[in-house]
Structures are given as C-alpha cells and as structure tokens.
C-alpha cells in the first residue's frame, strides 16, 4: 500500500486540468481576446471541440457540475437555439480554418435533452467546420438512456460513452440523490454493445457517505465483471459552501482521510490486477485502449476531462461556462446559462474570463502535465537547483527522486502527485521565478 502522510493530503491542491486554472482566470482576459485567438488559428491546424449541455432530468446531491433541472422545457429550447447560434459563430469566425478531430458532449448530462436536438446539434457542427469523421465522445446519465438513444449514437457515429455510475451500493446511492439500480447499468451497456458501441467509461466515486471499503469493493467486482474500457475514479470533493446542492449529504457520515486513503488505493490495487493500466492518479484503461496506448507511448495529455490521448493544440469550448484553450490563451464563457443566450442574440462572442499563458507559464504547465500525466519531467538548468531545494521534503519522504535532471514521481508517490505538481505552480509554488532566473544566469 502507498505510504500515508496525512499532513499533505491535508494540503488542498488544484486537479490541475489547466495551467493556469480556473481559479486564476480573471476579467481582464475576454471575449476580445478570444476573438483574436480564433482568428489567429491556421489552416488545417487540429481542433477538438467541446459542447455544454447544462441540464440535467434529476441534480444529483453530490455533483459540482455547472448544471440545472431540465424540466423547464421553454428554456432548455432556448438554451439549444443559443448553442446552435454560437456553433455558427465561431465557426464563421474560423472562416474555414482548423480541422476539428474531436467533439466531445459533455455537462450535465447531453442526453437531457431530445435524441433529435442532439443530431440537430452533432449536424450543425459537421456542417459549418471542416470536420470529417472525427472522433466523437458523449457523457450519459443511464437514468436518462434509451433504445432509441443507443440507436441515435451508432447512427451518429458516436465512438466513446462515458457513464456516470459512481457507485452500485444502493444505500449510497440514496445517500447521493442518485438511485440507478445495476440490472439498469448492464442493460445501458448491453445496449450500447450491441450498437458496436464497445469503448465505454465509468466514472466511479469514493469518499461517498457511508461507502466502506466493502462498499467500493463490490462496485469494483461488478465493474471489473462489465469490464468498461475505461475507468475514471475519483475521491468526492465535500464542498456545500460552495457548491449548496451539497448540503443534502450527511457530512457525519462521510468517510475520514484515512478511510479515504484505504479507497483509493483499494482502487488502484483492484483495477490494476484485473488488468487495466494506470493512467495518472485517477484513470485506467485497458490495454488495447487507446489512452492506455498513449501512456505506454508517453503521448498522455490532461484537459478539462481529465486524462487524455487528444493532441490537439486547441480546444474550442461551445455552450456556457465551457472553456477553450489556445497556446498561449485560456478562455472561459459566461456560465449563467440566460446571460449566455442574451450575449449569443446581440452576435457576440460569450467568453468573459480567462488568463495570457506567457512563456513562464507555458514552461511551468509543461512541466506539471509531465509530472501528472508521465510522472516525470525534465528540468531546464535554471529550475534544477530551485526544484531540488523546494522538493527536499518530498525526496526525504521517497515521494520522488532525481535522475540527473529529471525529476521522477516514485510508485509510492502517486498519491501525492498533485502535490509535487503544485510547487511549480506560480501562484502556490516555492519554486520562484527570481530564483529561475538567477540560477540561470550563472
């Protein structure tokens, strides 16, 4: 079992799905900004695309998404005729230019809304970007899934569903808002096998009220025996300050950091004997998989989804609060879905916040996607001697260690990554820019 330090996990860290993140965005940073960016892209240049699907038919307790109840139907038909608009408009903007090779779905839920709203949707996309065949990806709630919806996916074209499962233990799932018995879940993927849809994820949870390691250890048996493509499995972030859905959920019944610790190595331990590889800290694939391909290839990168084998250099972000990401630029769009509407119907661009990538953060984000996503990365002279003296702590612990000038996460330290990750983050770091720079200066 990993080494348990609860002083650090004690240390709250970004998930690091962006560098910088969405916690540095600020107003300065806008649709202008965006503008620019869109029409700086080149011909030809890969692009992946994103769209926000804000909605869900039921809010689950425990979910931090940017989300809402589907059942106003007049403003879900508003939402989608704004999404369409700004579909065009950008792809206006592009003007050509950029070839999208994926389009992922996601929210929410995508499939809260009408199989045909989302062929209308997936049609405006292929129809206004050069897009040919690309690669296709969907986030689903199997409450919400149907015949017609796993025949809509195949006709589509649809070559990944992601699955919202969390956990099968019912006594949690009641604790969570989020009843979806397992005879439900294996006629979900019974029924997307059958449209030769086989690359499938779970998204399984620990840290959930009540949940023992008993608990996770049956979800495991019964997904291990669905065998998923893939498998994303992440610690419940408890966070009803921020998030009021939350309150819902008996914090006194939550599991301790300890206990929570047990979990995730628990699904490390089981999901890697049965044969998935790791990816990261949360992700697993099996070995055919193409994620779990690119990791033996060291081709893993890390964006708003989490791990992923997409290169593209951009992502453009359709819908509210989605985010869009350039080479040097980080844009997200209004999240209050009606103030979207209105900026799409007077013709603008909605993105309102973001953050300038400049070429020290360009260096720094470099370096925290190799530790996260290869659990290594080299280090330019001037930020060798700087990292060793802030990493001191981490190396006496056998957290990482020093090849030359590379810098390695061991086994042990998997769990702590994100921590190792964060001390070159400039706004939480020890390592200092002064410090790069005199270093390499010598």
């Known amino acids: 079992m990993w080494t348990y330090h609860p002083d650090l996990l004690a240390k709250p860290v970004p998930r690091y799905t962006s560098y910088p993140t969405a916690m540095e965005f600020d107003e300065a940073v806008g ?14 240049t890969p692009v992946s695309l994103y769209v926000h699907i804000p909605f869900c038919e039921s809010i689950c307790w425990y979910c931090g998404c940017n989300t809402g109840a589907s059942g106003r139907k007049q403003r879900l038909a508003d939402y989608l005729t704004a ?20 389009i992922a779905f996601g929210g929410g839920s995508p499939n ?12 405006r996309i292929l129809t206004v970007f050069d897009a040919h065949r690309p690669d296709i990806s969907i986030e689903l709630d199997p409450r919400g899934f149907s015949a017609e919806w796993a025949l809509v996916l195949a006709a589509a074209h649809v070559t990944r569903v992601s699955l ?15 009843i979806q018995p397992l005879s439900h879940i294996e006629r979900v993927v019974a029924g997307l096998r059958l449209r030769d849809i086989d690359a499938i994820n779970f998204d399984l949870m620990y840290g959930l009220p009540g949940q023992t390691l008993a ?20 610690g419940y972030a408890h966070l009803p300050h921020m998030i009021p859905r939350q309150r819902q959920i008996d914090a006194s019944n939550l599991p301790d950091h300890k206990l929570r610790f047990e979990q995730a190595w628990r699904g490390y331990e089981r999901l890697t004997d049965a044969g998935y590889v790791a990816i990261g800290f949360d992700h697993f694939a099996l070995p055919a998989d193409p994620l779990a391909i690119a990791a033996r290839e060291d081709r893993v990168n890390r964006n708003f989804q989490g791990f992923t084998e997409d290169d593209s250099p951009i992502l453009v972000g359709i819908g509210a609060s989605a985010i869009s990401r350039f080479p040097d630029l980080l844009v997200q769009n209004e999240k209050r879905a009606g103030v979207y509407r209105d900026l799409i119907a007077a013709g603008q661009l909605t993105a309102v916040r973001g953050a300038s990538i400049d070429a020290e953060n360009r260096e720094r984000g470099r370096i925290i996607k190799e530790l996260l996503c290869q659990g290594s990365a080299c280090l330019e002279s001037g930020w060798l001697r700087p990292a060793q003296t802030a990493l001191a702590d981490y190396e006496r612990l056998k957290i990482l260690r020093w090849d030359d000038d590379r810098l390695v996460v061991e086994d042990d330290g998997l769990p702590y990554a994100r921590l190792v990750s964060a001390q070159f983050d400039r706004s939480r770091g020890a390592i200092k820019q002064e410090d790069v720079a005199q270093m390499a200066s010598i």
Do not use: C, N, W
């Open 83 to 102: 999404l369409r608009a700004e579909i065009a408009m950008v792809a206006k903007r592009l003007g050509g230019r950029g070839r999208i090779q994926r």
């Open 112 to 123: 809260a809304i009408a199989p045909v709203e989302f062929v209308r949707l997936l049609d």
């Open 164 to 178: 919202g499962v969390q956990t099968f233990a019912p006594h949690i799932q009641q604790a969570i808002g989020r």
């Open 215 to 234: 608990d996770l250890d049956e979800t495991l048996d019964e997904t291990i025996r669905l065998a998923p493509s893939r498998i994303s499995l992440f």
């Open 31 to 44: 649709a202008a900004d965006y503008g620019r960016a869109l029409d700086a892209v080149e011909a030809a």
